[in-house]
């Protein structure tokens, strides 16, 4: 294995990882934004309120998003066993 072949591999890892994870925390921040605009608005801060919206905003995330993402990691794993005899040589 050359360390161009390497750094294609750890690239591609490093990318999947980062385009899997976007969509929940993406989610996560905005939901976190507008519970801490709402507290700074109403003066409320309570703990809870920024916990519960932002746990159920995830899990609907996930819901929505998990065929795709168990798609595209079947996708990534094929093509790295796929790949593998390249590793070899």
Do not use: C, D, Y
């Not at 925390?25 to 809870?48: D, K, N, P, Y």
Request: hydrophobic fraction near 60%; charged fraction near 10%.
């Amino acid at each position: 294995m050359n360390p161009e072949f390497a750094i294609e591999i750890v690239k591609a890892m490093l990318f999947q990882a980062l385009a899997l994870s976007a969509p929940i925390l993406l989610a996560a921040m905005v939901i976190g934004l507008g519970v801490s605009l709402f507290q700074a608005v109403t003066s409320i801060h309570e703990q809870t309120l920024s916990f519960v919206p932002k746990v159920l905003g995830i899990v609907a995330i996930l819901i929505i998003a998990l065929p795709w993402i168990v798609r595209s990691t079947i996708e990534f794993t094929t093509m790295m066993i796929e790949r593998m005899p390249q590793v070899v040589h």
